[in-house]
């Protein structure tokens, strides 16, 4: 299964060209991870930072394909590629007005009030897994 968020290119996003700055991607991807979780996994990022848990990134790799520009609407694609004990491996694709404009690849760590890694919640994984890619 694939998750989907639409997002709309704003004026916050944008260099002074009208391009998107490269780091408002990885705010953008953050959003949709931060929506996932809340949609998908029942876990809001409040709720985790009350509870003194988290879910950091540990590593991330992108390619950005072709630009984007201000008003476009990036249809927003995550799937889960890897589910571990204590991680999970999400694929994220961004697609405006038919053109695929990045892909990134992302390792997130589910990590207790020490900041150590912890296993995952029964009902959070079994939410999570059913949205790994199958081959």
Do not use: K
């Amino acid at each position: 299964m694939t998750y989907h968020r639409s997002i709309r290119v704003e004026f916050n996003h944008c260099d002074p060209a009208g391009i998107v700055f490269y780091p408002r991607y990885f705010e953008m991807m953050n959003s949709v991870i931060e929506n996932f979780f809340r949609d998908v996994a029942g876990r809001t990022f409040g709720q985790m930072m009350t509870s003194r848990t988290g879910v950091p990134t540990a590593a991330v790799e992108t390619v950005f394909h072709a630009p984007s520009r201000l008003d476009d609407l990036l249809d927003w694609r995550l799937s889960v590629t890897r589910l571990g004990r204590t991680s999970v491996g999400i694929a994220l694709q961004a697609h405006g007005d038919g053109q695929h404009r990045l892909t990134s690849s992302l390792t997130l760590v589910h990590i207790n009030e020490s900041g150590r890694p912890q296993p995952w919640p029964q009902d959070v994984r079994g939410r999570i897994a059913a949205f790994m890619e199958t081959a």
